[in-house]
């Protein structure tokens, strides 16, 4: 009885396969789990993302590049040393060296990264000279910190006007017709939430589903945001006061939490059988 007991309060710390978890409740912002990973300092990176402060020694590094693409806007590379990226284990407890990225313009949130590369679309960046900043954090969204400042890497970006020198600009002739895109199949299902004033409605719970499905997500926010589907890497941007929808093939079995960036709400769990 006693190994019993021990094996199961094992269990709910490391989690499937060994990975410590800190999945939060519906409703609930993140949860930061301090671990024995560095030191959690009460300073934070701006954005309400607490320092994680670790040696210097063997601490994470970025370094960020930017390319010029073929078709719009620039490809952008992370070079990380004692880092990898962790997208399967997001929202769970600091492991060392280990986690995501975050990409902002000018102090200005863009995306958050799961890998070393990222496509900047153009109509991101307004024209003129800008700073782009990368900064790693843990699995748990605090962010790594040295001698208490985070972790990051940046780089000056000038935009050109549409069509001007080095701008992209891509126009169709005339004479030409556009194809008509094709029709997108209709979802199986579809989960319409409101974000308003820092609440959830309806309330969140769990969405069933069958693997192969296909889930539409129609979600409207009085504020600016990021939908984040976890597992997936799957994002979109969210208009203040704007329905935006985000239809996605759930291929994976599995529970999946589906939440704000910002605001860091949980609007839905997929839980695809």
């Known amino acids: 009885m006693l190994a019993l007991v021990l094996l199961l309060a094992g269990g709910a710390v490391t989690g499937c396969g060994g990975r410590a978890t800190t999945h939060h409740k519906p409703g609930t912002s993140h ?3 301090s671990g024995s990973v560095g030191t959690l300092l009460t300073t934070d990176d701006g954005a309400g993302h607490r320092l994680r402060e670790v040696p210097a020694e063997g601490a994470p590094e970025v370094q960020l590049a930017a390319r010029p693409d073929s078709e719009d806007g620039w490809n952008l590379q992370l070079t990380v040393k004692n880092y990898r990226f962790t997208p399967d284990s997001t929202g769970g407890a600091a492991l060392p060296g280990a986690g995501h990225a975050h990409l902002e313009l000018d102090g200005r949130k863009l ?5 070393p590369w990222f496509h900047l679309p153009a109509a991101q960046v ?25 972790v990051e890497g940046t780089l000056q970006l000038t935009a ?3 069509g001007g020198p080095g701008g992209h600009s891509h126009t169709q002739a005339p004479s030409q017709t556009a194809p008509a895109a094709p029709a997108a199949p209709e979802a199986d299902r ?8 820092g609440k959830v409605s309806p309330a969140p719970a769990r969405t069933e589903l069958r693997r192969g499905e296909r889930v539409a997500l129609r979600v ?15 994002e979109l941007t969210l208009p203040a006061g704007q329905e935006a929808t ?5 291929d994976r079995r599995g529970l999946f939490e589906v939440e704000t ?4 709400l949980v609007l839905t769990q997929l839980l695809v059988r």
């Not at 900064?135 to 962010?143: G, I, P, Q, S, V």
């Not at 910190?145 to 985070?150: C, H, L, T």
């Not at 985000?246 to 759930?250: A, D, E, G, N």
Request: proline content about 4%; aromatic content about 6%.
């Open 246 to 250: 985000l239809i996605l093939t759930v």
């Open 261 to 264: 960036h910002e605001s860091g």
């Open 220 to 234: 409207t926010s009085d504020r600016a945001d990021t939908l984040h589907v976890h597992g997936y890497d799957k």
């Open 190 to 197: 579809t989960v319409t939430v409101t974000v308003r004033d």
């Open 160 to 162: 050109a006007a549409p």
């Open 126 to 150: 307004p024209e003129g000279a800008h700073t782009l900043t990368v900064r790693l954090y843990a699995d748990d969204h605090t962010a790594w910190a040295v001698s208490g400042k985070p």
């Open 111 to 115: 995306a958050r990264l799961y890998g």
């Open 31 to 33: 949860e930061q789990a």
